[in-house]
């Protein structure tokens, strides 16, 4: 096996061959896969498959099922790197979402979305991992407030892409997957064949690590599963379903979001940098408790179609600040813990993940408020979790319930 090349080895490389520009090429290729999918998802599940509550909250259950078995990337890890593994499975997710287009049935659907999850999940998981190993810690929240805009710049203009052409050369469906799939598996190839492997600094563990200190980011994570689920499945849903939507619509709604995102999110990381891990989780579950309970609102009340979009935009603002999960825990982390905590995490994150889109599916064809109502009283959890976060987390002062002790074996730093 050829040796990996260290960070510092690395600095010599030219600056597009570096591990911080593959973390940047692979945030930009990931989402065109994905941000295309659910641009068209829910217009071609209704259109193509007739979808209802029911299908769509099956659908989002199978699709985490992967997310729910990312513990599973710890014995992977026993034979294959990393980056190699996170290669993989993006071409996966680009490979899969290609083929969407030609299985417009429930259980075609439900195996081709298994497969791009499996590519996405675990993509993401070993991502994550590598983003808290190659950038300094001091340098985190700005670093990755500046990858979810670059994010958010590749799902634009994907959306952008769609919005153009859509009606113009009256495009199908399994044109713009096969598209948007193919991009991004090429950006993986590109990504296998021009990048030399890199070594992180710390050696990772390749056994499970649940630790007792590290138990309010396992809560702090579940709780984030649960009530992002819930926007996930039945916000573009609603906006679809009860306003009636078409693809260009959703997709220029999206567009927007994800220019907010652009331009916001590199300030939301200097904001976190500054006012540290919890003001900004306090910020972030305190807003989506409210934006919820206004989602409910557009039950309850009746209100318009222009609160539901602009209520959809704000709520899609708040993801940026989720950076403060990745940035709590890597100051808290044993360096060794980061690999096979970033997959034991990524379970914890979806294990609510896994039954809630098909148990709330029943809930909305009934009372669609009642789900958001249900999203908003998880949000007020996770604000009362986050006041446990303390001002300066570190190893030994993970909650405010620490005392400042150290836990034997955690390295002082």
């Known amino acids: 096996m050829t040796r990996a090349m260290t960070l510092d080895e690395a600095a010599t490389l030219p600056f597009w061959r570096r591990p911080m520009a593959l973390l940047v090429l692979m945030a930009a290729g990931m989402p065109i896969a994905f941000a295309t999918w659910s641009a068209l998802l829910n217009n071609f599940v209704i259109e193509r498959a007739g979808f209802t509550g029911v299908e769509i909250g099956w659908l989002h259950?199978?699709?985490?099922?992967?997310?729910?078995?990312?513990?599973?990337?710890?014995?992977?890890?026993?034979?294959?790197?990393?980056?190699?593994?996170?290669?993989?499975?993006?071409?996966?997710?680009?490979?899969?979402?290609?083929?969407?287009?030609?299985?417009?049935?429930?259980?075609?659907i439900l195996a081709v979305t298994l497969l791009s999850s499996f590519g996405f999940h675990y993509y993401e998981t070993v991502n994550q991992?590598?983003?808290?190993?190659?950038?300094?810690?001091?340098?985190a929240p700005q670093v990755l407030g500046r990858m979810v805009a670059v994010g958010s710049g590749a799902s634009l203009a994907a959306y952008a892409a769609i919005v153009v052409t859509w009606q113009a050369f009256d495009l199908?469906?399994?044109?713009?997957?096969?598209?948007?799939?193919?991009?991004?598996?090429?950006?993986?190839?590109?990504?296998?064949?021009a990048y030399p492997q890199f070594a992180a600094p710390h050696p990772q563990r390749r056994t499970m690590v649940l630790r007792r200190r590290y138990w309010l980011y396992y809560a702090l994570q579940f709780m984030a599963g649960a009530r992002r689920q819930i926007f996930v499945v039945f916000a573009a849903?609603?906006?679809?379903?009860?306003?009636?939507?078409?693809?260009?619509?959703?997709?220029?709604?999206?567009?927007?979001?994800?220019?907010?995102?652009?331009?916001?999110?590199?300030?939301?990381?200097?904001?976190?940098?500054?006012?540290?891990?919890?003001?900004?989780?306090?910020?972030?579950?305190?807003?989506l408790f409210l934006l919820f309970l206004g989602y409910g609102g557009l039950y309850w009340y009746d209100w318009s179609v222009w609160t539901g979009a602009a209520l959809y935009v704000v709520d899609h603002l708040f993801f940026a600040l989720s950076i403060t999960l990745k940035t709590y825990f890597q100051k808290i982390a044993d360096p060794a813990d980061i690999a096979p905590t970033a997959a034991v995490s990524f379970t914890i994150n979806h294990?609510?993940?896994?039954?809630?889109?098909?148990a709330l599916g029943y809930l909305w064809v009934t009372s669609p408020g009642s789900v958001f109502g249900f999203a908003a009283a998880m949000a007020a959890i996770s604000f009362l979790l986050a006041l446990l976060v303390p001002r300066d987390p570190d190893a030994g002062n993970e909650t405010r319930l620490s005392g400042g002790r150290r836990w034997a074996g955690v390295p002082a730093e």
């Open 351 to 358: 294990i609510a993940a896994v039954f809630l889109p098909a």
């Open 129 to 139: 991992s590598l983003q808290l190993q190659w950038i300094p810690k001091r340098d």
């Open 172 to 193: 199908s469906y399994d044109f713009v997957y096969l598209a948007s799939g193919g991009i991004t598996a090429a950006i993986a190839l590109f990504a296998w064949l």
């Open 237 to 287: 849903f609603m906006m679809v379903e009860r306003f009636g939507f078409t693809v260009p619509q959703v997709t220029a709604l999206f567009m927007i979001n994800f220019l907010v995102n652009m331009l916001v999110a590199p300030y939301l990381g200097r904001y976190v940098a500054r006012f540290g891990e919890q003001n900004a989780m306090l910020l972030e579950n305190g807003g």
């Open 61 to 108: 259950t199978v699709r985490e099922i992967p997310g729910l078995l990312a513990v599973l990337v710890i014995p992977i890890l026993l034979v294959m790197r990393e980056q190699v593994l996170g290669v993989a499975m993006l071409a996966l997710l680009g490979l899969a979402t290609a083929v969407t287009g030609w299985f417009p049935s429930l259980g075609g």
